[in-house]
């Protein structure tokens, strides 16, 4: 590939899987290469995506069937407002990182909702921006809470063996459901931080 379009890849998994660790590496990698990026994450600091996160994090108490619209107003939102939205980045030739995406809403959603509902809410969003790739760090869900427990005082929302299991199960559904329609790399997450991001490395490098 050798147009000046920017990328834009969405690093995805459960909790504990390391996704935000991986994103900063990626970034650093990327801009030592003289590939500029926007390294970015969702919910957005921006007043929907605040609200979201006080509706994650049980400040707000909503039925769950709101969840999946306030999430398509946030991604909307971060997708097109003016001071940096990641379509004009993308258009602009920069390398858009984002830590959860459209699989994010897939999985944790579909938990409590249809997938089917989940996927329509969101497929405005998927039609103006869909990632480059999807890289999704694949950590047994036993892992994943031991990390958890390691490097945080506290657990949130999703944080239980059963949620964890869940979500990566509804994972793994989405990417079926999704299969023709989005470009998805399934990355060993239980080896060690630097053998994982070696591994997206060369993903990612080989859409350049």
Request: proline share 4%; glycine share 6%.
């Amino acid at each position: 590939m050798n147009d000046t379009k920017g990328r834009f890849f969405a690093l995805e998994g459960i909790d504990g899987s390391g996704k935000s660790t991986q994103l900063r590496l990626l970034a650093q990698r990327l801009e030592q290469a003289g590939r500029p990026c926007l390294t970015t994450c969702e919910p957005t600091g921006r007043p929907m995506g605040k609200l979201l996160r006080q509706v994650l994090t049980g400040q707000v108490r909503c039925d769950s069937r709101v969840v999946a619209p306030l999430f398509v107003a946030d991604r909307l939102d971060h997708l097109l407002n003016e001071e940096n939205g990641l379509c004009k980045a993308v258009e602009e030739g920069l390398t858009v990182l984002t830590d959860r995406y459209y699989f994010s809403s897939y999985a944790y959603q579909s938990v409590d909702l249809p997938l089917e509902w989940v996927i329509e809410a969101n497929r405005p969003c998927a039609e103006l921006l869909r990632p480059t790739a999807t890289l999704f760090i694949d950590v047994e869900p036993e892992l994943a809470l031991e990390r958890i427990a390691q490097n945080r005082e506290g657990t949130e929302l999703f944080e239980t063996m059963e949620r964890l299991t869940r979500t990566r199960e509804q994972y793994y559904r989405s990417f079926e459901a999704l299969k023709g329609e989005e470009r998805v790399i399934l990355l060993p997450g239980n080896q060690s931080v630097e053998a994982i991001a070696q591994a997206i490395w060369e993903q990612v490098d080989a859409f350049f």
